[in-house]
């Protein structure tokens, strides 16, 4: 079990390890997003997008906020760590086999009452998926023993190997034209590698057994339930509005929002893998040291701001290309709704500490009033926005909810004593901000690559922050991060 005095320490090595997976698997991904993009074309790419965007739904239910307990609790009680391992695992298991069934089941329903809807053509691809599902869940249920361990690179390694599997299933289904029920299947073979790799990685520290503590099935439940309530209102947020285009106005439409909206959740990774490699020690701080919390939240906001803004002015700048590259010219419409979600980035950036500040200090009413009603909110936008301006109805509406969301974190962290940013170094991301934008401006005016200047700008950016010791990278690479905390 880690120990708190080498928390920083741990949070930087885990964070910087992960990235690099990250970024592997990312550019695994991208490869995969393309070659299916473009042998699949936008229509049945929208088909594609919305099988997993339709089990993606069901995911939460097999989980109901135990991993997100687990993880707490054991921090807070290490030396329950194998039965509460043990008990969660046997529950998630049970959960994801009966959502599994409910998840076709419903599928049926749809097609059923709504045959317009496009789901009775893809109900052979929703059985893959859900499969998918199934083996996802079940090997994700270890990943609660390599963070309590502080061993999350295990993660980045197997879900490297099990990216690889799924794009080399993908390629041979694609040059021997198997069709579009192959390509969905190419997920699943990764993941049954992911889940085997994770078997294998997992027994150092956890003995694979079924735990049956019917009292602590209990103890969990109700901590987790408030939870699930909450991961399922946030999960419907994020996949109704393909959910709802997909229905409302099509397979095509889709697919051309699912190219703007996979870059989306291709470069959040940074925001959820920091956030996770916080989570055991922002627990410990926020129960035990309240003062250091409120340090790691203001540095970490800081940090997620700076790195959101210069994410969202890149692609902002490069959508048309960043579109052609990653999707081709058939999918060149998906530039417009991508420049909303651009500016969701940062928002989201930011929302997913802060949304991680109220779930480790368990505010179940408030998680539950805020995710209802963005929820709420979001739905009604898309009812109206969609059929006026389909996919960019979509991307506003997104937009707009994320910004009412940022709105509401910013208010209950202030009124918890939580955030107190400093001005001056707001100042400091800013003007680095704006030197960026102008090089962006030079660039193009000089008719620089673009692919140069991607990478090029942001670099120039972080090291103005570097320089100002907005974020001083030499501790983090040096595993100090305790000082950067301290400062």
Known sequence: MYETKHAPTLIAKN????????????????INFKIIAIYLGPKLFGDYGN?????????????????TVAVREIAKNPQ????ILE????????LALATSVLAIAAAYLIAFFAPNSGYPEIIPAIYLGTLNMLIFFISYILDAAFHVELKMHFIAIVELLGKATALGVAIFAIVNNLGFLWVVSAVAFGSIVSLLSRLYFVRPFFKIRFGFDYKMWRWLLKMAV???LVFALNNLYFKMDSIMLYMISGSYANGIYTAAYRILETVVFVSAFFVAAMTPYLSNYLHNKPKQAKKLIAVGTEIMLATGLIITTSITFYAKEIVLLLSGPDYLAAQVPLLFL?????????????????VLLDKRKILLTVSGTTLAINLILNFYLIPKFSYIGSAASTLL???LLIGANVIILRYLNLLDLRFDRLLRIFASLMAAIIIFLLAAKLHVYWIIGFFLVPLVYFLLLWKQRIIPFEKILQRKIAKVIET
């Open 342 to 358: 651009a500016a969701v980035v940062t928002l989201l950036y930011i929302n997913s500490l802060m949304g991680q500040v109220l």
């Open 401 to 403: 909810s994320e910004t």
């Open 15 to 30: 964070t910087v390890i992960q990235i690099i997976g990250r970024v592997l698997f990312l550019a695994l991904s991208l």
């Open 87 to 94: 008990n969660s695992f046997t529950l998630r298991l049970l």
């Open 51 to 67: 099988v997993f965007n339709y089990t993606a739904i069901f995911t939460v239910l097999a989980d109901f906020g135990l991993f």
């Open 226 to 228: 408030p939870l699930g």
């Open 80 to 83: 329950k760590r194998q039965k």
